[in-house]
């Protein structure tokens, strides 16, 4: 599936589940939303009144153990990261995301579920050209031993990602993902949250993984597995943090056009890289159309729009 133009859901799909930190069961809807919105979270059952958040990376208010959205008044969504995926993993530009308690469902801990109620409501192509944010050049950030790296790629996303667990059994794993529909359903939608037993004690005192259960995590010790049903994947940890990178850049407001490295990274890290990127004006624009991997000719990429089938700049980063 490929659009040329921006897309919204053809109807709502809800979904139904408990959130895997607050342990509170909670209901999520997806629906159509207009031209250019975005993704917007809706806040319900709040005294009596709904309130509204943008999924933009200026609205993140915290990244331990999760992306969490909020305003001036305080956290409205934690958990985020997984429906955002969903969302911009199958190319859907603009959704309304209703939700009535504190924390998005962690489903089965992947995105498997989204993706399901994205099929059911449909997918539909609305009247505007989509846009890009075109990364220009390169931008990093390290923190301790992590590093994370956005660079340009005017032919779509990629996502590269390295972990490295001491833990025996997860150890050292990479993964490199060209994003398209058809390949985050197949290659990414299905891994899994993962953790150690070890941690669940921290967490617990924390007050963090109160709905954790061997149903939506995949959980290690240091001998092997202990979910019966064993890894979806070989490399599913790997694959997870993909998924997770492409919920948290999803905050990026529109489709991205760049490389993305990870090592040893998470949703801190992956914010800090985002907002290092929309901080500098210079290292992105703004562009409308369709990227074309390996264009067969040198094409023009002159004004606004698509040229000889290529993007084309729709404003640059000093331009509102």
Not at 137 to 159: T, Y
Not at 221 to 247: I, Q, S, T, Y
Request: charged fraction near 20%.
């Amino acid at each position: 599936m490929k659009f040329s133009r921006q897309t919204t859901l053809r109807a709502q799909a809800s979904v139904a589940g408990v959130g895997v930190h607050s342990g509170l069961p909670v209901t999520l809807t997806l629906g159509p939303a207009p031209i250019d919105a975005g993704f917007i979270f809706v806040r319900t059952g709040l005294d009596g009144c709904d309130r509204e958040v943008q999924a933009t990376a200026e609205q993140v208010i915290s990244t331990e153990f999760a992306t969490v959205l909020g305003d001036s008044a305080g956290p409205l969504v934690s958990t985020a990261e997984h429906v955002l995926a969903a969302l911009r993993g199958m190319g859907v530009d603009n959704a309304t995301i209703e939700i009535d308690g504190p924390e998005v469902p962690i489903m089965d801990g992947s995105a498997a579920a989204f993706v399901a109620a994205i099929d059911q409501a449909g997918i539909v192509s609305q009247s505007a050209q989509r846009r890009f944010i075109q990364v220009l050049k390169p931008i990093s950030v390290a923190i301790g031993d992590s590093f994370g790296e956005l660079k340009p790629n005017a032919n779509g996303f990629r996502a590269e990602v390295e972990i490295d667990f001491t833990n025996p059994v997860i150890g050292k794993q990479s993964y490199t993902f060209d994003l398209s529909p058809e390949r985050f359903r197949r290659e990414v939608s299905r891994a899994r949250t993962f953790g150690l037993m070890a941690d669940v004690a921290r967490l617990w005192g924390a007050g963090f993984a109160l709905g954790a259960s061997f149903e939506n995590t995949a959980v290690f010790d240091d001998e092997r597995l202990l979910n019966p049903e064993g890894l979806r994947f070989a490399d599913e940890c790997a694959r997870h943090k993909v998924l997770d990178a492409v919920g948290d850049l999803a905050l990026a407001g529109l489709p991205l056009l760049g490389t993305y490295r990870s090592v040893r990274g998470g949703h801190k890290l992956n914010h800090a890289v985002l907002t290092a990127l929309l901080a500098d004006r210079t290292a992105w624009r703004v562009v409308e159309g369709e990227p074309v991997r390996r264009p067969a000719r040198p094409v023009a990429e002159v004004g606004s729009g698509i040229v000889g089938g290529r993007i084309a700049a729709a404003y640059g980063p000093d331009v509102s």
